[in-house]
């Protein structure tokens, strides 16, 4: 079982080089709207996601998650 703080920190350490707008991250943070992420960045970011809890996210998992925390709990969910 993973600690959901250990993967929310974890999560934004990866995301805090991506975050060129410098917006406030929260588990309510988006992707695409706060963060105006492309499609190639989201991408990017997600194996690195995968490579760092050795999971697979799948393409349908991905069209469902929009912000941070559906990530965290994603990832949780996979871990588990």
Avoid: C, H, W
């Amino acid at each position: 079982m993973t600690d959901r703080a250990t993967v929310y920190a974890r999560i934004i350490e990866l995301i805090e080089p991506l975050n060129t707008k410098k917006v406030a991250l929260t588990e309510a943070t988006s992707f695409a709207g706060d963060m105006e992420m492309d499609s190639l960045t989201v991408m990017d970011f997600v194996a690195e996601v995968e490579d760092m809890f050795d999971i697979v996210i799948t393409m349908n998992m991905q069209a469902e998650i929009e912000n941070v925390g559906q990530l965290v709990d994603a990832v949780i969910k996979l871990t588990d």
